[in-house]
């Protein structure tokens, strides 16, 4: 008895806030609700609209799908090479630990996303960069669509902290006399590099590029806060779950927008199974050696 | 084992007084004057100088009323609205709510709103010295779903030392579309600066074309658009792009970039003209160095395509518990002449007319400005425009993607009404079911 009560706060916290919201989301998205009126079942209409029928809605997955193709391959990238410069640092490894891993601790957040806004505006600190380096043409960041969405991929690269600390702990946990036994042999640090510690790491680079998708895919805060809410200029940084809200919190369509997070969840998945797939040609695992 | 089991006791005894002091206290003792005590909560949108001269007037009631506490909720124009509609689907609408002509339809004719024709009728809404004219710009059928608070009508606002550069001139009882071009178009070349602001927002000033046309936006009953020549909107956005092509209107990223009143263009100087609701000067005449004056828009007399409009209103909710209350409050916001003396206009020209002139005599000269403007316009003044469909928040947004569409030349004007056409129709029809 004693044990159920320890683990109701758990329980009471995901049915309430996970089961029954997800069910009703389920339900939700076969009605037409509008928030005012109680919800009419209409099948599967929200689907087939969506599918067939919204021209903003192919648009907003194109993005991104821009966005997390862009984005979490770079911030990979970037991460894994700022891990190895720490794992061969010796001094002051830690003060450039945390350093570098600040941006994440606050990179969800409203402030950050006002900032990078900012930083990219006509005005901005970029722009000074540019005429500082001899460029007199400003650079209007938000004109253009790509280059919008490109702020958007460069503030979720520069979030690169949490996945940085976990590549560090899989570099950390190589065996040194590996790379020993290869430098005897006279291989090169790229060699080395590229022959030894990746295929090492795979398994960690897995982790951090299932975990980075599933999460470039719900993206929300930046999009919101940068375009105002709009997802502009011409829908460029109109990312999924920024039109999903402005449906649901704009048009007062709930039915439509619980729809649209079905199908997110679904895509997410489908992703996330082609990922594991895709595992077993490149991830190495030690205990399959035989 | 004692002291375990003392620190156990103890952690219940705090647990449970904490869990005391969560609820709310829902008794409600008397009042010094013998009325029960009431918390009113009204919630509005605006601007910090909106914010702050509300909360004295609330400071105000709440002295006068000691009976009454009041609860302000408020936020900018795109939170208000993401915050009401949960709170609506909740029953949890704060009793007095701001409402706006954008969205009348969507809360009163789903059921949200209260009808306040009986507080109208017994007194606790005194009407007296209001026109009922203008309570109709409240009204959806002859349910009266909020209650207007100022009246608003479209203008021109001239920085004067521009024109004066550009050496031109504004004779606004008689311009027309192709002089308005003219003038935005000179301005540019004598003087470097934009002619005019893009005319943002496009829900807005594309209707004023079609109603100077003698042209509808919506259809009355909000099926559909009730414009049916094309050629309209073609005219409207060609002359759109011919300005921005010219640089005698800013592009459309540059007026995204335009976070607040502070740096608008016309508060920085770099436009002869802005267009806008004539409750808006009060706030860029404040900011703005140069001299600013209120014009006429072109072409408003032949259709008498301008109109009074409630710049806002008060509405009661259906699901509030002190609708009689929230009424009084009401009375007080529109006659009661202290709350006006803060007010000053900024929600429109008073709706009564004896608070409008005492008003007026308090006000300095700029701020007189939007009075008489207000005055001027009402002579000129058509029919007005019934409250938007169900649904316009939709065709609004697909306006202005369109409109974005257009002038980052993504697609031709024609496409752009032919696209805008298709799509709004479908939009209404659906919201009609």
């Known amino acids: 008895m004693a044990g159920y009560a320890f683990i109701s706060p758990f329980i009471i916290g995901f049915l309430c806030f996970t089961v029954i919201p997800m069910g009703a989301s389920l339900f939700l998205s076969f009605t037409s609700y509008d928030l005012f009126t109680p919800p009419k079942w209409v099948g599967f209409d929200n689907y087939k609209a969506m599918l067939t029928d919204d021209e903003k809605y192919w648009g907003s997955l194109k993005v991104t799908f821009y966005y997390v193709l862009a984005g979490v391959p770079l911030r990979l ?3 894994l090479f700022i891990a190895v410069i720490l794992n061969r640092a010796e001094k002051g490894v830690g003060i450039y630990r945390t350093l570098f891993y600040l941006p994440s601790i606050i990179g969800g957040s409203v402030a950050v996303a006002i900032m990078w806004r900012n930083v990219f505006g006509n005005d901005g600190v970029i722009n000074g960069l540019l005429f500082f380096l001899g460029f007199d043409k400003k650079i209007f960041w938000y004109q253009d669509p790509t280059s919008a969405l490109w702020t958007l991929i460069l503030l979720s690269v520069w979030q690169f902290g949490s996945s940085m600390l976990i590549f560090l702990a899989g570099l950390k946990n190589i065996p040194p006399m590996y790379q020993e036994a ?6 090169n640090r790229f060699q080395r590099f590229f022959l030894i510690t990746l295929p090492l790491l795979s398994p960690i680079i897995f982790f951090n590029l299932v975990m980075q998708t599933i999460s470039a895919f719900m993206t929300f805060t930046p999009a919101y806060i940068i375009s105002k809410g709009e997802g502009g200029p011409l829908d460029g940084t109109l990312l999924y779950s920024l039109y999903l809200f402005q449906r649901a919190f704009n048009f007062f369509q709930m039915g439509y927008a619980s729809a649209m997070a079905w199908v997110m969840l679904i895509l997410i998945g489908l992703v996330t199974f082609i990922l594991f797939k895709t595992s077993s040609l ?4 030690e205990s399959k050696e035989g | 084992m004692l002291m375990r089991r003392f620190v156990f006791v103890s952690l219940c005894i705090l647990l449970t007084l904490g869990l005391f002091g969560c609820s709310s206290n829902t008794e409600e ?6 009325k029960k005590k009431v918390t009113l909560r009204v919630a509005w949108w605006g601007g910090q100088p909106r914010h702050d001269y509300t909360s004295k007037i609330i400071e105000l009631y709440e002295k006068e009323h000691p009976h009454v506490k009041i609860e302000a909720e408020f936020a900018n124009w795109d939170d208000y609205w993401k915050k009401l509609a949960p709170m609506s689907a ?7 709510i701001q409402m706006d002509m954008a969205y009348l339809s969507q809360y009163g004719k789903k059921g949200q709103l209260e009808d306040l024709t009986p507080y109208v009728k017994d007194g606790t809404i005194n009407t007296e010295s209001i026109d009922e004219k203008t309570i109709k710009g409240g009204k959806i059928g002859d349910q009266l779903y909020g209650f207007p608070l100022g009246v608003n009508v479209l203008s021109v606002i001239t920085n004067d030392d521009l024109l004066k550069e550009a050496g031109v001139e504004i004779d606004d009882g008689s311009w027309t579309w192709t002089d308005f071009e003219n003038l935005a178009l000179e301005v540019e070349e004598k003087t470097g600066q934009y002619g005019s602001n893009g005319m943002h927002p496009p829900d807005v000033f594309f209707p004023y074309y079609l109603r100077t046309k003698g042209e509808r936006f919506y259809k009355e009953d909000g099926t559909g658009l009730a414009y049916s ?10 002359r759109q792009v011919k300005l921005v092509d010219e640089k005698a209107s800013p592009t459309p990223d540059e007026s995204a970039q335009v976070k607040g009143m502070e740096d608008d263009f016309i508060v920085k100087g770099r436009t002869a003209a802005t267009w806008n609701y004539s409750n808006q000067f009060a706030a860029f005449a404040q900011l703005t160095d140069a001299p600013l004056s209120l014009k006429l828009p072109p072409e408003q007399a032949k259709e008498k395509a301008l109109f009074l409009r409630p710049s806002m209103l008060f509405s009661i909710p259906k699901s509030s518990e002190q609708k009689k209350e929230a009424a009084a409050f009401i009375d007080f916001f529109i006659n009661n002449e202290k709350a006006n003396a803060l007010i000053k206009g900024e929600r429109g020209v008073p709706v009564s007319s004896k608070i409008a002139a005492t008003v007026k005599s308090q006000l300095s000269e700029e701020e007189k400005k939007i009075f008489e403007y207000v005055e001027r316009a009402t002579e000129y003044a058509g029919e007005a425009e019934p409250p938007e469909p169900i649904g316009s928040a939709e065709v609004i947004k697909l306006l202005k993607d369109t409109s974005d569409q257009i002038l980052f030349k993504k697609i031709t004007p024609e496409e752009g009404a032919a696209k805008f056409r298709k799509e709004a129709d479908a939009i209404l029809k659906r919201n009609q079911q």
């Open chain 1, 182 to 187: 290869a430098s005897v042999d006279g291989a």
């Open chain 1, 77 to 79: 990238a970037f991460a």
């Open chain 2, 229 to 238: 020549d094309d050629k309209l909107f073609v005219d409207y956005f060609k």
């Open chain 2, 29 to 34: 003792a008397a009042g010094a004057d013998g």
């Open chain 2, 90 to 96: 909740a029953g949890q609408l704060p009793d007095v």
């Open chain 1, 282 to 285: 490149w991830v190495h695992y």
